[in-house]
């Protein structure tokens, strides 16, 4: 096991490596980082929430639907072959996630907690309590109910850590199926995952365990889809060249690019009374969405010149196609002496609003 965790860490910390590398070095991934995030107005459950996979209580039929999940790189990708939903709902001691998918084939075989769950198809939760820290947690479940849960310090672009051994304490979920699982031979309609996840399991010394009214956190889901076969009467992978065709990634807030470490394009949640309230974004969107697209700029720009710009100028002229958002607020921006580090700060003066970034992604927002 001890073996098999650390490949698991060496696999994410090179894939998502590359995948930055990537990404960061062309200008049409990162339009394609641009599309709005979502955000869902969560309702307060009304009544007791039984946690059995089904999600028939008044509360949940009450509760919104998401927008159907989409593929992780946007719009402009195939639509995917299977539609997902998710709703939420919210109490004093857990946030309530419920999540139908369509799937004519249900199929795991994972049984071991913290696995690589998406070696399954599987459906993964990513939550960000506070906007001004690093961390976020990461909850993957296979159709089995089968868990892996971790913590990341930072993303790893930043050279985060997956915390394996941290667990969701008091985490409850089920697995309903409509149709049965792990048999070839008919046709299923749909799996669904419901789970209470314990506000004080994933909050920290000093802060509310329960959030308050109207409080937003940074949130995401991902379906993870594999192509199969049947071997010898069972599912397997479908391999091509000897090596595994890609999974597909299904979300609901999509990122621009086949890596769910962005938590600064998650969606939000904004946790309200009723089902008739509305979400709208935060104060501090347009803000953190410039400096964001600031650092994805810079590294582009330090791929083609060999270090970093060392105004919010150079950055337009480089970039002369996009209008860069961060010109409309008050900014400075520093490097030093070899431009091999850089830190913005952005004012927005409306909102009495203050943010920094700097290119190892320490983050700091601030306001009056």
Known sequence: MKKLVTYLLCG?????????LYAQSNINVFKQMQSPVKNYAAPRATNTI???GKADEEAWQAAPWTDSFIDIEGEEKAKPTYDTKVKML?????LYIYAHMEEPHVWGDILQHDDIIYH???????????????????????????IMDLMMNKPYRFAGDAIMHWDVKGLKSAIHIEGSLNAPTDTDKYWAVEMA???????????NITPKLNERWRLNFSRVQWQHEIVDGKYTRIKKDNKLMDEANWVWSPIGLINMHYPERWGYIQFVEKTTDTASYPATHAIEQAAWN?????EIFKDKKGSYATSLESLQKQFPNHSIEALSFTNHLVTNKTKTFYKLTLIDKQHDLTISIDSFGNYNLLTQ
């Open 12 to 20: 994410f910390s090179l894939y998502f490596s590359q995948t930055h």
């Open 50 to 52: 039984q946690i059995d």
């Open 90 to 94: 919210w109490d004093d001691e857990y």
């Open 120 to 146: 399954n198809n599987d459906f993964e939760v990513f939550i960000k309590p506070y906007a001004s820290q690093p961390f976020y947690y990461e909850i993957e479940v296979n159709a089995l109910n089968t």
């Open 197 to 207: 996840i314990p506000f004080k399991s994933i909050s920290t010394f000093g802060k």
């Open 294 to 298: 600031i650092s994805y700029l810079q």
